[in-house]
């Protein structure tokens, strides 16, 4: 079996996150071409300076210092949006994209911002329609409007929605009727249906749109797909593994001018779908903030929203190892780190809750007692290995303190953890209207 990687490569490019403003220029969406104040221009500059950098924890702040300076801009709250996107606060993204939205002359591409909030939470229903109002708003670049679609079946069908995949594809085509790169993506999901004999003359036909193009690329892609029927090699649906947010109904529609809009949620149920299939949850502070610290590991980092007292390392596995499987690795890990710590020997200790079962061990940082806390240095570690459900977990819990206060932090985030029964194939949609 093969994941289509030269699909994933080619279509998984969402929206960039460059504005108008970030060139030092004062057109394009955002109130009636304003200018700018200097300091606010300075913030939203060194902002995206950290979101090239991937670091979009770090520009956050510097977002919303801008947004205290120019509140009535829509250009900041569209550049907030998107960071809020990427640090995993799905809803303060959304109420930001409404916020860009109102304070903007008509613009499509805030529309398209929207509905990849709306994509990366699999918010798919809600998707479709804000993709729809900026295919509206601007129906002559029919290739941008279709690959609005191409992003949203993509992600359908890495979590199996093959009904899903099949409808987006096709509106794609019926946006952009000679749009290559929308056929060969049906005609993967059509080979992976086992349909192979329609999928080559749907490649074919691709190759005949594309032959006048220069989109090499594509055109690789098509190779590769064929090669793969040829041979018989199965394709897959591709997976992506990504934590997201459940979106409630009542951030998919937005209200209407003059009412309120609605509040945001203190706690929040975070998702990450491994590609083994296997759905893995977690309930959160809603303020705490999410990035991803390794690409290959997938783990991910949690941070509380101010201050510094805590800093969750949390890797989702995507083997179903036992608990006792789990230890062994635990203890190897504990025996590496005595050499720095003040305890002399590792002691493991037992947790569980009605969804998970873990076990822990805590070490102190010889090298930090009695200095004062400073910035991303931590005197305590609990490290745990954690089974809930089919999924199973490092985490690595670092903190100023031991006390009480901050120990429930911990143990009540990690009792949350659990392993939905269906895969996560249900829709955030799906979801929000139970």
């Given at each position: 079996?093969?994941?289509i990687?030269?699909?994933?490569?080619i279509v998984?490019?969402?929206?960039?996150?460059?504005?108008?403003?970030?060139?030092?220029?004062?057109?394009?969406?955002?109130?009636?071409?304003?200018?700018?104040?200097?300091?606010?221009?300075?913030?939203?500059?060194?902002?995206?300076?950290?979101?090239?950098?991937?670091?979009a924890?770090?520009?956050?702040?510097?977002y919303?210092?801008?947004?205290?300076?120019?509140p009535?801009d829509?250009?900041?709250?569209?550049?907030?949006?998107m960071?809020?996107?990427?640090?995993?606060?799905?809803?303060?993204?959304?109420v930001?994209?409404?916020k860009?939205?109102?304070?903007?002359?008509?613009?499509?591409?805030?529309?398209a911002?929207?509905?990849?909030?709306?994509?990366?939470?699999?918010?798919?229903?809600?998707?479709w329609?804000?993709?729809?109002?900026a295919?509206?708003?601007?129906?002559?670049?029919?290739?941008?409007?279709?690959?609005?679609?191409?992003?949203?079946?993509?992600?359908?069908?890495?979590?199996?929605?093959?009904?899903?995949?099949?409808?987006c594809?096709?509106?794609?085509?019926?946006?952009?009727p000679?749009?290559?790169?929308?056929?060969?993506?049906?005609?993967?999901?059509?080979?992976?249906?086992g349909?192979?004999?329609?999928?080559?003359?749907?490649?074919?036909?691709?190759?005949r749109?594309?032959?006048?193009?220069?989109?090499?690329?594509?055109?690789?892609?098509?190779?590769?797909?064929?090669?793969?029927?040829?041979?018989r090699?199965a394709?897959?649906p591709p997976?992506?593994?990504?934590?997201?947010?459940?979106?409630?109904?009542?951030?998919?529609?937005?209200?209407?001018?003059?009412?309120?809009?609605?509040t945001?949620?203190?706690?929040?149920?975070?998702?990450?779908?491994?590609?083994?299939?296997t759905?893995?949850?977690?309930?959160?502070?809603?303020?705490?903030?999410?990035s991803?610290l390794?690409?290959?590991?997938?783990?991910?980092?949690?941070?509380?929203?101010?201050?510094?007292?805590?800093?969750i390392?949390?890797?989702?596995?995507?083997?179903?190892?036992?608990?006792?499987?789990?230890?062994?690795?635990?203890?190897?890990?504990?025996?590496?780190?005595?050499?720095?710590?003040?305890?002399?020997?590792?002691?493991?200790?037992?947790?569980?809750?009605?969804?998970?079962?873990?076990?822990?061990?805590?070490?102190t940082?010889?090298?930090?007692?009695?200095?004062?806390?400073?910035?991303?240095?931590?005197?305590?570690?609990?490290?745990?290995?954690?089974?809930?459900?089919?999924?199973?977990?490092?985490?690595?819990f670092?903190?100023h303190?031991?006390?009480?206060?901050?120990?429930?932090?911990?143990?009540?985030?990690?009792?949350?953890?659990?392993?939905?029964?269906?895969?996560?194939?249900?829709?955030?949609?799906?979801?929000?209207?139970?």
């Amino acid at each position: 079996m093969r994941i289509i990687n030269r699909i994933v490569t080619i279509v998984l490019v969402l929206a960039c996150n460059r504005l108008v403003f970030a060139q030092s220029q004062d057109s394009g969406a955002g109130g009636a071409n304003q200018a700018m104040p200097p300091a606010a221009r300075k913030a939203i500059d060194a902002a995206y300076d950290l979101m090239q950098q991937a670091k979009a924890v770090e520009a956050l702040e510097l977002y919303r210092k801008a947004i205290e300076l120019a509140p009535q801009d829509g250009r900041v709250w569209q550049a907030y949006a998107m960071c809020l996107k990427d640090t995993c606060h799905a809803q303060r993204a959304v109420v930001a994209a409404w916020k860009a939205i109102d304070l903007s002359p008509p613009d499509a591409a805030l529309y398209a911002d929207l509905g990849n909030i709306y994509l990366v939470n699999r918010s798919w229903d809600a998707a479709w329609a804000v993709y729809e109002k900026a295919q509206e708003m601007r129906p002559e670049d029919k290739k941008w409007a279709a690959m609005n679609f191409i992003h949203l079946g993509w992600r359908r069908w890495s979590t199996g929605d093959n009904d899903g995949v099949d409808k987006c594809y096709k509106r794609a085509l019926e946006i952009d009727p000679d749009n290559g790169l929308a056929m060969i993506n049906l005609a993967a999901l059509v080979a992976a249906a086992g349909n192979t004999d329609e999928a080559l003359k749907q490649i074919a036909q691709a190759r005949r749109v594309l032959n006048g193009t220069n989109d090499k690329q594509v055109l690789e892609c098509a190779d590769s797909i064929e090669g793969d029927i040829r041979k018989r090699i199965a394709i897959v649906p591709p997976r992506v593994s990504e934590m997201f947010e459940q979106l409630p109904a009542r951030f998919l529609v937005k209200p209407p001018a003059g009412q309120s809009i609605p509040t945001i949620d203190p706690s929040v149920v975070k998702h990450v779908h491994l590609p083994c299939g296997t759905m893995v949850t977690m309930t959160i502070d809603e303020s705490w903030d999410v990035s991803l610290l390794d690409s290959d590991e997938r783990t991910f980092v949690l941070t509380p929203a101010s201050g510094d007292d805590f800093w969750i390392e949390w890797t989702p596995l995507q083997s179903g190892q036992s608990l006792d499987d789990l230890q062994l690795e635990l203890e190897e890990q504990g025996a590496s780190m005595l050499t720095g710590s003040v305890e002399e020997g590792l002691s493991i200790h037992d947790f569980k809750s009605p969804s998970m079962r873990g076990r822990y061990f805590q070490l102190t940082d010889r090298s930090l007692v009695g200095r004062e806390p400073v910035r991303g240095q931590y005197l305590h570690a609990t490290v745990w290995r954690i089974v809930a459900g089919r999924s199973c977990s490092k985490v690595t819990f670092l903190s100023h303190r031991n006390d009480k206060a901050t120990l429930d932090i911990m143990f009540k985030t990690l009792a949350s953890m659990t392993s939905p029964a269906d895969g996560g194939r249900q829709t955030a949609t799906d979801k929000a209207d139970q």
